[in-house]
């Protein structure tokens, strides 16, 4: 039997009011309290990130450092080697190349940072002369405030701009902690990232575990791409500087080309600032015009960069328009200061490969890739003791 319809009079007033308000101002209220409550959800994520970020930033470098050695640890395993002289082996070539760019660089340095400093004042003291006897108005005393102010400035918000909300070590044991944790992370990862993986994927519900495994994964391989592409980038940049200093006579050549590869990996403001200590060390030791051909050829790699190498290689390996790639690194870097410009690329990159699985529904509905690992972890151990015995 239908219930008998109330008429307006009957009805409860706050029905009332809820039908006298227009449709769209209904929808942008149940829009605006539900982005509310996600906004603070991310504001609490963030702050408790940043009360851990000791903890929080070896775990991501390690995490970077284990998408680019992981693919040479099951280049071992394919061929029937155990996984440990694999993960012996990558982590073997990855401290030799660190150890490598270290000694390059202080051992080019180490004999010239003196000079440098020297020349640098020199020229310091050359520019203001020029600027006392020119005929452009400006007063030296008024250029000498200006610079003053802004060095003042810089070191005013030098904590902001090197570390941010997550920080870096600022102690010796902070910094010794987060070295050992993050060679902690890298070689369990190494050893047993599956099963590490595998535990994460168990905290979601049984239904969801092939969503979650096939998401993650597919982020997995989109911060793996980004690594090593990242690296080729970094390698044509730091070719072509370094190659143009040492074609100009420029001093610290191989130091330049280093911290050009080193600045690389974090997008955009890496290549500003390396770019502009190449010119500045040209300036100091070849004068004006070759500091401004060292200009143009840092342009001309930059522009080969952005024009050719992102799109065509970064572009293709983690599907991140350029665009994407400036907002996220801008963001990055006024939540998290540098930590932030470093990571923020792969996060979007893993971010827009897990969105873009769950939007297509990329997995096999009704399998529990979780529970298979288990299952056939168990069989395996069960016949390996059984062997032993």
């Given at each position: 039997m239908e219930e008998p319809k109330l008429t307006p009079d009957q009805e409860s007033p706050t029905k009332r009011a809820e039908q006298e308000l227009p449709l769209g101002m209904r929808v942008a209220a149940a829009w605006s309290w539900r982005l509310i409550i996600i906004a603070v959800a991310v504001g609490g994520l963030i702050w408790g990130i940043v009360q851990v970020r000791i903890i929080v930033i070896p775990l991501l470098i390690a995490i970077l450092l284990t998408a680019l050695l992981n693919p040479l640890v099951e280049w071992f395993v394919r061929r029937g080697l155990p996984r440990w002289t694999g993960i012996v082996a990558?982590?073997?070539?990855?401290?030799?190349?660190?150890?490598i760019l270290i000694w390059l660089i202080v051992t080019q340095l180490r004999d010239g940072?003196?000079?440098f400093s020297k020349r640098s004042v020199e020229v310091w003291n050359e520019i203001l002369e020029w600027v006392r006897h020119n005929t452009l108005g400006i007063p030296v005393d008024q250029l000498q405030d200006f610079v003053d102010q802004a060095l003042k400035l810089l070191e005013n918000n030098q904590g902001t701009l090197w570390t941010g909300a997550l920080g870096v070590a600022t102690t010796a044991t902070q910094l010794v902690t987060g070295l050992l944790l993050t060679i902690f992370s890298l070689v369990f990862l190494l050893?047993?990232?599956k099963r590490i993986w595998y535990w994460v994927v168990g905290f979601s519900p049984a239904r969801a575990h092939a969503a979650v495994d096939a998401s993650g994964r597919a982020g997995w391989v989109s911060v793996g791409q980004y690594v090593r592409v990242q690296?080729?980038?970094a390698f044509v940049d730091a070719v072509g500087i370094g190659a143009g200093a040492g074609i100009l006579g420029v001093p610290f050549a191989i130091p330049i080309a280093i911290l050009v590869f080193l600045g690389s990996f974090i997008p955009f403001l890496g290549a500003i600032v390396t770019g502009g200590l190449a010119a500045f060390i040209a300036l100091v030791y070849n004068g004006p015009v070759t500091a401004l051909i060292m200009v143009g050829v840092v342009i001309l790699v930059n522009q080969i960069e952005g024009h050719v190498l992102q799109p065509l290689v970064m572009g293709n390996a983690v599907r991140v328009h350029p665009l994407g790639v400036v907002l996220a690194v801008t963001t990055g870097t006024l939540l998290a200061?540098?930590?932030g410009a470093l990571f923020a690329v792969p996060i979007a990159a893993a971010a827009n490969a897990?969105?873009?699985v769950l939007a297509k529904r990329q997995w096999a509905e009704g399998t529990d890739p979780a529970a298979?690992?288990?299952r056939r972890d168990q069989t395996h151990r069960s016949q390996k003791c059984a062997r032993n015995q």
């Open positions: 990558a982590l073997s070539v990855f401290v030799a190349a660190l150890w940072f003196g000079d050893i047993d990232g690296i080729f980038v200061g540098i930590p897990i969105v873009s298979e690992f288990h």
